[in-house]
């Protein structure tokens, strides 16, 4: 069992530019979780999805911000015309249906210049 | 406002001492969860405690919940080097467990 893989680990981009961030949850997982982290505001549900439909996406800023899960077996998070605020460690987290666990993977550290 | 909040940012002791972190929440909830998060890597789960228990362990790890004083406590026992981590509380106010909130975190060092 490799784990929720999130690819890439980092990635800088410049200010206005689009971010695509990658998640793999575990396979046999129904439910597939977006947070983010910074060192002020701490860990932040943004959105998430079970059998690859979207269920609640409240936390996601409503400008710039979407998620997809095209498949059962990735999803990705898409950041449009990035911003320095935008800056965290992205974490996706995988669950079984009761999502009483979820397992995060190592998140990908957004840098916007 | 932190939903959930540990109550020291950090704290450090010695290899094979005892440490108990707090947590304080703000909410009615069906059940608390303690993670632990390592430099470089995602929060991994520790122990979930239901609104109906008081104490629950898992190996060098007991939490308690007292839901009259809306707060929690994470001990571990004869701490090692590799419990240096944060570790966060975090609950979940729709009972579903799909939308956490978590506290701020206590960092824990172990070793130096």
């Known amino acids: 069992n490799a784990g929720v893989i999130q690819t890439p680990r980092h990635k800088v981009t410049g200010k206005g530019q689009e971010a695509t961030l990658w998640c793999e949850p575990i396979?046999?997982?129904?439910?597939v979780f977006w947070y983010r982290q910074t060192i002020v505001q701490g860990l932040e549900f943004l959105t998430y999805?079970?059998?690859?439909?979207?269920?609640?996406d409240s936390g996601m800023p409503k400008e710039r911000f979407s998620a997809q899960m095209p498949n059962q077996s990735h999803s990705t998070l898409k950041i449009q015309s990035t911003q320095p605020q935008d800056s965290a460690v992205y974490l996706c987290?995988?669950?079984?249906?009761?999502?009483?666990?979820?397992?995060f993977g190592s998140g990908t550290r957004l840098t916007v210049l | 406002s932190q939903l959930a909040e540990e109550n020291l940012w950090a704290l450090s002791v010695h290899e094979g001492e005892s440490v108990t972190v707090n947590c304080s929440y703000k909410?009615?909830?069906?059940?608390l969860q303690w993670y632990r998060q390592k430099s470089g890597e995602g929060p991994a789960q520790l122990i979930l405690?239901?609104?109906?228990?008081r104490e629950k362990r898992n190996g060098r790890l007991r939490a308690t919940l007292d839901t009259s004083s809306q707060s929690s406590s994470l001990s571990i026992t004869a701490t090692r080097c590799e419990d240096t981590a944060v570790y966060f509380c975090?609950?979940?106010?729709?009972?579903?467990?799909?939308?956490?909130?978590f506290g701020a975190g206590t960092r824990l060092a172990v070793c130096p």
């Open positions: 987290a995988s669950s079984l249906d009761s999502a009483e666990t979820l397992y």
């Open positions: 396979s046999g997982h129904s439910a």
């Open positions: 999805f079970r059998n690859q439909a979207p269920i609640d």
């Open positions: 909410t009615s909830i069906t059940a």
């Open positions: 405690i239901r609104s109906n228990e």
């Open positions: 975090a609950t979940d106010a729709s009972g579903s467990f799909n939308k956490l909130t």
